[in-house]
Nanobody
């Protein structure tokens, strides 16, 4: 069982930056691939970024590529999402997810554990 707790969300102006953190419980964090997803009001949850167990491999949605960076610190059981050049369209609840596999995946259904989410609001 893995418990995930996100933090770092908030209100920011367009063009600004935020860094989300996701702290995971358990001693097997390094055996999980991790992902970030987001859900805006009235929309389905969508993939944002993913990282494999070691941090060597990452993947991004086209909408955030070049602006967001996913990283992890296995010693701290934490995964991060650095978000730069934020746009109003990035406004959503952001969720951290853990996949019981070494390899990353972009599909919601591939992830076994989810955090409660953190709100990110970007004003124009």
């Amino acid at each position: 069982q893995v418990q995930l707790v996100e933090s770092g969300g908030g209100l920011v102006q367009a063009g600004g930056s935020l860094r989300l953190s996701c702290a995971a419980s358990g001693r097997t964090f390094s055996s999980y691939a991790m992902g970030w997803f987001r859900q805006a009001p009235g929309k389905e949850r969508e993939f944002v970024a993913a990282i494999n167990w070691s941090g060597v491999s990452t993947y991004y949605s086209d909408s955030v590529k070049g602006r967001f960076t996913i990283s992890r610190d296995n010693a701290k059981n934490t995964v991060y999402l650095q978000m730069n050049s934020l746009k109003p369209g990035d406004t959503a609840v952001y969720y951290c997810a853990a996949r019981a596999s070494y390899g990353l995946d972009v599909r919601n259904i591939a992830y076994n554990y989810w955090g409660q989410g953190t709100q990110v609001t970007v004003s124009s």
